[in-house]
């Protein structure tokens, strides 16, 4: 039976808002599958345009010296970020933690297109949890009641990871939610480098050009800080994009 050309696949109410998976055919690429996520009215990223998401391991990742790396990512999205983790050769483990259970069950009912190679990889962990909580910053999201910790939360949130790799507010100037605020000073940076093994790097994604204020709170926490621009042509409208990635790195010692 031939799939229809449009699909809502799945919808819900969160604390960040409308949460709403679709899937559509794009004539003007060639019938091209998509899969796209809203959030509270606003698209949040497609399956078609993820060369940023996957920058964003690209360019951290071989910075870190040595094996084995263990690898913290916040926000499983469509999974881009996680399953570029999981590419690198020198990465054992990846842990994704996202605030909406809905997104995490989207991958292990295989609703999305990485759904399988992300549930299925032993190396890859899923966890429902606030990233900004497990490393150190509380975020406050009204009308929703505190995630239990869980075991495996407590394991995360008393490790240290080679590499953390962000991924959840548009950029650290426009927030999904304003509790998120507090991670991005540099008390809270400060904060996250208690989860970063010495060498080790944190890298985040935003959408537009990090503010001074960010490059340097993360200076005063971290040994160097570099912006790198990940530039991509977007098919579905038809332009050149410019996101941005920064890396920070800790000293080795």
């Known amino acids: 039976m031939a799939m229809a050309a449009f699909e809502e696949l799945d919808r819900a109410m969160t604390p960040l808002g409308e949460l709403i998976l679709r899937r559509r055919e794009v004539l003007s690429l060639d019938r091209a599958e998509v899969f796209e996520v809203k959030l509270d009215g606003v698209l949040l990223m497609s399956s078609i345009v993820n060369q940023a998401e996957i920058a964003l391991a690209d360019l951290a990742l071989p910075l870190v010296a040595g094996e084995n790396l263990d690898v913290l990512v916040g926000g499983l999205g469509l999974g881009y970020t996680a399953k570029a ?9 990846v842990t994704v933690i996202d605030y909406l259970q809905r997104v995490i069950t ?14 299925q990889d032993p190396r890859c962990q899923l966890i429902h949890a606030d990233f900004f909580a497990t490393v150190g910053s509380p975020a406050k999201h009204e009308n929703q009641s505190p995630i239990p910790c869980s075991e495996e939360l407590s394991d995360v949130a008393s490790k240290m990871f080679h ?7 548009h950029s650290p100037q426009l927030l999904l939610h304003a509790g998120h605020g507090e991670f991005y000073t540099a008390k809270g940076l400060e904060r996250l480098t208690s989860h970063i093994k010495p060498g080790g790097v944190f890298a985040l ?3 537009d050009p990090p503010e001074e204020s960010l490059t340097t709170a993360l200076g005063v926490a971290f040994t160097s800080v570099r912006v790198r621009e990940a530039t991509f042509y977007n098919p579905l409208l038809n332009i050149e994009e410019v996101n941005y990635i920064v890396v920070a790195q800790r000293a080795s010692e």
Not at 85 to 93: G, P, Q, T
Not at 163 to 169: G, N, Q, R, S, T
């Open 85 to 93: 983790a999981l590419d690198a050769d020198n990465v054992a483990s």
């Open 106 to 119: 989207w991958h292990r009912t295989q609703l999305v297109p990485l759904g399988e190679s992300l549930s």
């Open 205 to 207: 994604w935003s959408a």
């Open 163 to 169: 590499a953390i790799l962000l991924d959840i507010d």
